[in-house]
């Protein structure tokens, strides 16, 4: 007995056929599941130079080894390819249902290569898998894709993973949706869309058994009480995400393109603003945080909207890169790309940056259809939205991401394109936390928080040391601990922000992974760390194959030369070419072109990437 199902699917649309693979045990003992397994699968399948919109771009879906169980906080999907925006490798998560759902239907993960001949959807049940016509569905909203399907197949119970009108019209950054919970980052809805892959439908009443019943209730039993005893989850389970807060009072909310580090106002859009406007509180399978709000817009403008969230991210893309803290369009808004199946982040940005290059003239309202892109005016903001879902008129232009936009526009434009390795920065700015902004420099699949947040620096978590968030001094070293730690945390899909408030431990983490999967390995500690640093390395691997190095792991040029104007982060930059250097270091990679070393590849059971 296991949470392992050990069963793979593999779907190729160009030829409609399946097939079924169970695991490699050397991969699992080596990668864990989740994170690592998907790194794995798309190293070992992918060759470099794959068009990521071409039939042999893979889309790996991996549900969690623990999805399924009661586990708190790990029955979550991760989503792999290489990416549309950046090019490079490419991991995106997401919460809700949809990972037990697959495990209940008989299967840990599915790998989908091809192109269909026309619109599919995948139906997964019981063991047994069909692909359907999708016809009547291509076009439709992420809602009533989910609505129609559950229809078609009689079964409100049926959990999907979908896209909207945004992934069938290639915008770069289209996400894949489910219920209102998304793998919005880095394009895997244009990836799903170009394969003309509507959705995937998941049922079973399979039930997920640990190895060792016993020990993992126990351990089940240890997080719960420590969520219980932890202020920062309770405080968590109330108000969501919501940290304007923190970042503004830190003078790091990143406002106007990057420009300052508090938004005007931002009182209207934290925490018990959210609060108000509650009308009942959501949540993933098997977590006692339920740290979703659904939220509603009772007057003004916006009236009538609703959504799930806004969570922090999606707050500062429609009110930061304006000037505006406005809390009806962060709802409307954020409804807006749920809908359309798109990531909030790049469109907000993406949406910022065009206001930048209004202001300096580069472009003019020749270029934006005759709108006015004006800071402190946020009005065209839900229109520009719509052209980028159906790539109309200026939208067409904003769907290919800042930096595609930049070039396509040329002169200096590309310098306000606010981007690390084509996927743009999130809500920090990282002159205000140093270990935060080279996580952001130096991840694998571009400017992501979640990639090794520095809670350190915005929450003052002591460990591994505390520290003072505008040293440079060894700031590699703690990037480096981030990174791994959030590596092999993610081999569980445990939900991201649960390490970021100290949520669990690595022993406690262990010991659910050891007595689910019954490995007892998983149970040590440093072994569990070894793990991480080898799906790290793994993952830039990847990249380096397709050319990537220490020339993309390089912050927009305004962090470094200028610096914050007013607040608490007032004066600082992002010395980058220090933090560069410094990581590196710890990392073992050459300092020159960031490569992994062959002493390091070989230390961490990676020498078969070497020469690749
Ligand atoms: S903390 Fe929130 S997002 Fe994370 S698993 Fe729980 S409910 Fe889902």
Redesign the pocket.
Known sequence: MSTFRNRILKVDLSTSTFSEESFDEGVVHDYLGGRGFGAKMLYDRLQPGTDPLGEDNLLIFVAGPLAGTHAQ?FS?TKVFFKSPLTGGYFKSAA?GFWAPELKYAGFDAIIVRGIAEKPVYLWVHDGKYELRDAGYLWGLDCDDTHTLIREELHDPRVRLACIGPAGENGVRYAGIFTDRRAAGRGGGGMVMGAKKLKAIACRGEQPVEAADKEAFASAIKEQLAAYRANPACVNFAKTGTQIAEFTNLLGMYPVRNFREGVLPNWQAIEGDAYAKLRARKE??YA?S????NLTRVYTGEYAGAWTEGPEYESTWAFTGPMGKADIGLTIAADKLCDDMGMDTITAGSTIGFAYELFEKGLITKKDTGGITLKYGDNRHVMDLLRQIAYRKGFGNLLAEGSIRAARQLGHEAEKYAIQVKGLELPAYDPRGAKAHGLNLMTSNIGADHNSGYGGQEVFGSPVPFPVDRFEVKRKGELTKWNQDQTAMLETGII?S??PSWGGITEEVFGKLMAAGTGTADFADVKYLWTVGERIFNLERMFNVREGFGSKDDVMPERFSTETLPEGPSKGHIFEQNELRRDYYLARGWDVDTGIPGRAKLEELGLAYTIGK
């Not at 945080?289 to 979703?292: D, F, Y």
């Open positions: 906080s979550r919460g949540g993933c977590c945080v339920h740290c979703g939900c922000f649960v």
